[in-house]
């Protein structure tokens, strides 16, 4: 991670940088117009660059809504222009092909951008305020499958990119004392019990969660013929008349402490070491914004935090690991296991009474 008390800019840095964040949600909308409307793919595909005529016949864009675009984009260090000709930059390059930049963008757009809008009032009330440009829900988690179509393709996008890409460590990892029986709290859709499933013909699973979200797990669980192995528990991990499954060898919570104030969370852990019995497991996978390799992803999750604040429900974020380790440690758990730098950035607690 970069210096975070050394100032990296003078005077003047200060002040050119300053303008970029005044125009940033220009420039955003700009690199997603530009690789929305086929501009950065051309130009991808073309050897030597292309000019503003050349670009508007192969697009379909309007010479003048080429040139507005790139124009930008050209200061934005987005394609570079030499001699009446446009060239992809390496910035741009990563804004048409890099699967995790795409589901990023996709995500700030069509979930995060107009609610944003709302961000002082939801810091100010401590509620995510800017809800309401979908629905009059508490939190997103409500209304995640009322979203229209474009948000929640987005958010399910967004979720599932990080984790997919963990799933081979953590199964290996997890399975590795052969337990017979696991509890995976806020399962969603069902992604991580249908890769348990497959991935062990043995384990039975159950799957906590929202009665909503286990509408869409249930339909995954059927589709894939694992009925007879998965169990559905509906429950609020908030609501303390609600009780959790009598036991497993094995509690799972992918993603989703991170979605809960630092209170709840002790809470959440509290209730789950209530179930523990001696041998038990409980594995958390978190992202924490301290625990990465590079500084572009402690950016994003800084970034991201700010949506749980306005859009999700207004009191949680990615924790810095120690804060979140102090929970740990408070509801009376101890860390038996850490691998940080899974995947993309995920780092792995194993956890014992």
């Given at each position: ?8 800019f003078n005077?003047?840095d ?18 997603r ?5 086929g501009?950065?793919?051309a ?26 675009l ?12 030499n ?5 992809i930059?390496?910035?741009g ?29 939801a ?64 399962g ?6 249908l890769?348990?499933?497959n991935?062990?013909?043995?384990v039975?699973v ?5 009665p ?6 249930s339909?995954n669980?059927?589709?894939n013929?694992?009925e ?9 991990m908030?609501d ?13 919570m992918?993603?989703f ?13 509290r ?51 120690d ?8 509801a009376g ?6 691998i940080d730098?899974i995947?993309l950035?995920?780092?792995l ?5």
């Amino acid at each position: 991670m970069k210096n975070l008390k050394t100032d990296p800019f003078n005077a003047l840095d200060a002040k050119t940088e300053a303008q970029k964040l005044s125009f940033a949600p220009i420039v955003f909308h700009t690199a997603r117009t530009l690789r929305d409307l086929g501009i950065l793919k051309a130009l991808d595909n073309a050897n030597d660059g292309l000019t503003s005529h050349q670009l508007s016949e192969q697009t379909g864009v309007s010479e003048y809504g080429v040139k507005v675009l790139l124009d930008l984009a050209t200061s934005a260090n987005i394609v570079l222009w030499n001699k009446q000709r446009y060239s992809i930059a390496n910035l741009g390059f990563y804004l048409l092909h890099d699967g995790m930049t795409n589901a990023n963008m996709d995500f700030t757009a069509d979930v995060c951008y107009a609610a944003m809008e709302h961000l002082t009032e939801a810091i100010e009330k401590g509620q995510p305020s800017g809800l309401k440009v979908f629905g009059e829900w508490v939190t997103i988690y409500e209304g995640l499958t009322s979203l229209p179509d474009k948000a929640k393709q987005s958010w399910f996008k967004f979720d599932h990119f990080y984790s997919d890409r963990s799933f081979p460590v953590l199964l290996a990892e997890v399975f590795r004392e052969k337990p017979k029986t696991l509890i995976d709290i806020g399962g969603n859709t069902g992604k991580w019990t249908l890769q348990c499933c497959n991935y062990n013909p043995d384990v039975q699973v159950t799957i906590v969660d929202l009665p909503q979200q286990l509408e869409v797990a249930s339909k995954n669980i059927k589709q894939n013929g694992f009925e007879e192995r998965v169990t559905l528990h509906p429950a609020n991990m908030l609501d303390k008349n609600q009780a959790l499954p009598e036991s497993a060898d094995v509690w799972w919570m992918s993603q989703f402490l991170d979605c809960f104030s630092p209170m709840e969370i002790l809470a959440i852990l509290r209730k789950v070491r209530k179930q523990l019995r001696d041998g038990d497991s409980v594995y958390i996978l978190e992202l924490f914004f301290d625990a990465q390799k590079y500084e572009a992803a402690s950016y994003s999750l800084n970034a991201t935090s700010l949506y749980f604040t306005c859009l999700a429900n207004g009191n949680s974020r990615f924790y810095r690991s120690d804060d979140f380790l102090e929970i740990v440690s408070e509801a009376g758990l101890t860390v038996d296991k850490r691998i940080d730098n899974i995947g993309l950035g995920h780092t792995l607690l194993k956890l014992r009474r």
